[in-house]
């Protein structure tokens, strides 16, 4: 029989098929389907003109197991874990089922549609993460168009950031809004100028990041919910917040004059913990030498005085025997070191003294 | 017998599967119709279901119930302060009587060529009498909504309701960006001049009270010292009083002693002598024993 062996040959090769060209879903059955129906048609019209040639039973079996499988394909539908099924009837969303295989009318009475509820999309304003044929993070593009917007006191600043959406309500998601994707872009890029654009760059750049996710987040989630968009906005997250590439050296320079106003105070603190630390040793040291002054003072007049005491002690035991000592001890030693000449004012009368003061000299020089 | 049997029921059901698939038809939920009896206009479907006409006689045109989009080329607009602006917008819109839109518009398509220059003009008309700062700033909201409402009085001639109307970009032409910049850059240069003056001014300050500070421990410490050397010299001064008033006579003796030691130092004095002196007293005359006394003062 050749149709037999045909149709078990084409089977085979469908099923080897398989994992190479389809994944685990309904689509490699459809061919085999039409196939069937085909041959089954085909065997019907063989069947009908007498039964001559083959077997009724195996035929019958062969047509019962055709319309079962048609029967199956077309009275049921097949949702995935990330998928809502949202069945219309003549038009009219009238169910929606959860993940799992299902019952449905077929074609012309019942769709389905499956939107993918429980993905996260992402839509990047600003620039393109482009990924490389091997599925790694490629190359990032700059979309300045996009990134550089106005802000309130009239400069520019480039923003990149990226906005994180689900579908809240499949059945308005499907049935209300053309252009989805489109329309979260648009609408993301008309928030973001509008929030950009009541602030001051300078909180843009800093501290208010926060404050424009959620100020975006909100004014999207306003205008979305306005068109019944039945699309949530998750997060609105700020990549790059940057004054245009054309000003970043200026801004930089901001900030590195910050730092060096920091280092200056800086060093000038260090300065100051340096010398008045020093300036109190040396006060310490001029006092201690004070002290020390007034202690020696003190202390080499009271030795002065007190062998002045002595002295006046003895003295007064015996006052002109020893003033006369004294004196002539004193001159002993004065005149003992000195160079002397002694003029006998009587009989040297009417000569004039000769001082060699230049001879006085050279002794003087010599004896250096 | 069976087979004519079986002949009928093929052809009954293709009639009248041939009757449903010309004579039904399906409304979504996301579109509306109309039904044109040989072009005249005799139904209009809003809801979804399924529906009947007559074949051959009625055709029937379906129109999109969503919202649309339509996003406007990028133009200059002048504000009322003739700043220039480069304004891209779009606007979302539903078509709300498909009888007006198939009459005005006809198809998706053309709208945009038709309610393109509405929007555009509503835009220069807000827009040019509104002033830079209100469009980035002040009154974005609401020159939108009246972007929008006079859009919508329009776009009801075409059967649409114009839904909204955003300005998605608002930029300054390229030659008054570059004058931006240039006012950002000198704005920062500014500013860091100014961080830098900050910084030496603070560093300026803080190492003039250092060496104020400096002095002023110097100072005090100057100060407290001459005071102890004062109180040293003044304890001196006390000392030396004490003691030599006991006998101002001697002490005069004695310090002149002291003195004549000290001020004549041996090699750099030459005395010229009277041998008549007190000191010589006995260098002439060794007898006169009674010589000695008082010294001569």
């Keep these: 029989m050749p149709w037999s062996s045909q149709n078990g040959g084409g089977r085979k090769s469908g099923g080897g098929g398989g994992p190479w060209g389809q994944g685990p879903s309904g689509g490699p059955h459809q061919p085999d389907l039409e196939e069937l129906l085909k041959r089954s048609q085909d065997r019907l019209k063989q069947v009908m003109p007498g039964g001559s040639g083959l077997p009724g039973p195996v035929l019958f079996l062969v047509a019962i197991v055709g319309c079962a499988l048609v029967a199956f394909f077309a009275f049921t539908f097949r949702v995935n874990p990330d998928e809502l099924g949202v069945v219309v009837r003549f038009g009219k969303p009238v169910r929606q089922e959860p993940p799992g295989l299902h019952f449905r009318l077929p074609y012309p009475i019942e769709e389905v549609r499956l939107p993918k509820v429980t993905r996260q999309n992402i839509i990047e304003v600003g620039f393109r993460s482009g990924m490389t044929s091997r599925g790694f993070p490629g190359g990032v593009s700059d979309r300045p168009e996009e990134s550089l917007m106005l802000t309130g006191d009239e400069n520019i600043v480039d923003v990149d950031f990226v906005v994180f959406w689900r579908i809240r309500d499949a059945q308005q998601y499907l049935f209300n809004i053309q252009n989805p994707e489109v329309t979260v872009k648009e609408v993301a890029e008309s928030a973001m100028r509008e929030v950009v654009g009541q602030s001051n760059i300078q909180p843009i750049l800093t501290e208010a990041r926060q404050k424009t996710e959620q100020a975006v987040q909100k004014l999207m989630q306003e205008v979305l919910d306005s068109y019944q968009a039945g699309i949530r906005i998750e997060e609105v997250r700020l990549q790059k917040v940057d004054p245009p590439t054309q000003v970043i050296d200026a801004f930089r320079d901001v900030q590195a004059a910050r730092a060096d106003r920091e280092r200056l105070q800086n060093e000038a603190q260090a300065y100051a913990s340096r010398v008045i630390p020093e300036a109190r040793g040396e006060a310490e040291r001029i006092l201690q030498a004070a002290r020390g002054y007034k202690e020696q003072t003190v202390a080499e007049a009271t030795g002065q005085t007190s062998r002045f005491l002595k002295v006046l002690e003895e003295y007064k035991k015996a006052p002109d025997v020893t003033r006369k000592r004294m004196y002539l001890e004193t001159m002993e030693r004065v005149l003992g070191g000195t160079d002397k000449i002694i003029i006998d004012g009587k009989q040297g009368q009417g000569v004039v003294p000769f001082l060699p003061l230049d001879q006085l000299q050279k002794r003087k020089e010599g004896a250096n | ?297």
């Design chain 2, 1 to 297: 017998m069976l087979r004519a049997l079986a002949a009928v029921v093929v052809v009954t059901v293709g009639a009248i599967a041939a009757a449903a698939y010309f004579a039904l038809f399906v409304v979504h939920v996301n579109e509306q119709a109309i039904v044109l009896e040989f072009g005249k206009p005799v139904r209009i479907i809003s809801e979804p279901g399924l529906y009947w006409k007559i074949p051959v006689v009625q055709t029937v045109d379906t129109f999109d119930k969503r919202i649309l989009d339509l996003d406007t080329a990028e133009q200059e607009v002048t504000a009322a302060d003739q700043k220039r602006l480069k304004v891209d917008a779009f606007a979302r819109y539903r078509i709300v009587d498909p009888l007006l839109f198939y009459q005005a518009v006809r198809d998706e398509r053309s709208v945009r060529s038709r309610l393109g220059p509405v929007i555009e003009s509503a835009l220069r008309r807000v827009l040019g009498s509104a002033t830079f700062t209100d469009l980035v700033r002040d009154k974005r909201e609401a020159l939108m909504k009246q972007i929008a409402k006079q859009v919508n009085e329009e776009g009801k001639e075409f059967g649409l309701e114009v839904v909204d109307v955003r300005i998605k970009r608002a930029d300054l032409p390229d030659q008054n960006q570059k004058n931006v910049f240039d006012r950002m850059r000198a704005e920062r240069q500014r500013e860091a001049a100014e961080f830098r003056a900050e910084g030496t001014g603070a560093a300026n300050r803080i190492k003039a009270n250092a060496d104020r500070e400096v002095t002023i421990i110097k100072g005090d410490a100057t100060r407290d010292a001459e005071q102890t050397r004062g109180e040293g010299d003044a304890e001196r001064n006390r000392i030396f009083a004490d003691a030599y008033t006991r006998d101002p006579d001697f002490f005069a003796f004695y310090r002149s002693m002291q003195a004549y030691e000290q001020g004549f130092k041996p090699g750099d004095t030459r005395m010229l002598l009277s041998p008549e002196s007190e000191f010589f007293k006995y260098f002439t005359n060794p007898g006169s024993g009674n010589a000695t006394g008082a010294p001569k003062r």
